[in-house]
Nanobody
C-alpha cells in the first residue's frame, strides 16, 4: 500500500500565497499522474491541476495563471503553489496520485485533505 500526506494549508488573506505539498510513501514502484482537487463548501469536488510523470500540466480555468503545479519525482512529492488567492479558493484541497505498487499494478490513492481558507 501507499499513502499520501498533504501539508501546507492554512488561513491567508486575499491576494496572499500558500504552497501545498503532497508526499507519497509506502509501496511505490513509480507514480503516474498526480492531481490536486478541491471541494468548497456546498460545491462538488473539482479538479484544480494535474501533472504527468513527464511534467506536462493542466489547470482549471479558474486557477490558470495563479496556481502552479510541480513535482519532484525523486521525493515522490507534488506541490501546488497558490498565488493571488481569492475568497473563492477557500476549500479542502485533496491530493490524488496514480501509483504503481508493482510493474503491472496501479491504483489511485488519496490524501486526507488540507484546509485552505482565504479570509480578510
Amino acid at each position: 500500500q501507499a499513502q499520501l500526506v498533504e501539508s501546507g494549508g492554512g488561513l491567508v488573506q486575499p491576494g496572499g500565497s500558500l504552497r501545498l505539498s503532497c508526499a507519497a510513501s509506502g509501496s511505490i514502484f513509480s507514480i503516474n499522474a498526480m492531481v490536486w482537487y478541491r471541494r468548497a463548501p456546498g460545491k462538488q469536488r473539482e479538479l484544480v491541476a494535474d501533472i504527468t510523470k513527464g511534467g506536462s500540466t493542466n489547470y482549471a480555468e479558474s486557477v490558470e495563471g495563479r496556481f502552479t503545479i510541480s513535482r519532484d519525482n525523486a521525493k515522490n512529492t507534488v506541490y501546488l503553489q497558490m498565488n493571488s488567492l481569492e475568497f473563492e479558493d477557500t476549500a479542502v484541497y485533496y491530493c490524488n496520485a496514480n501509483i504503481k505498487t508493482s510493474p503491472l499494478v496501479a491504483y489511485d490513492f488519496w490524501g486526507q485533505g488540507t484546509q485552505v481558507t482565504v479570509s480578510s
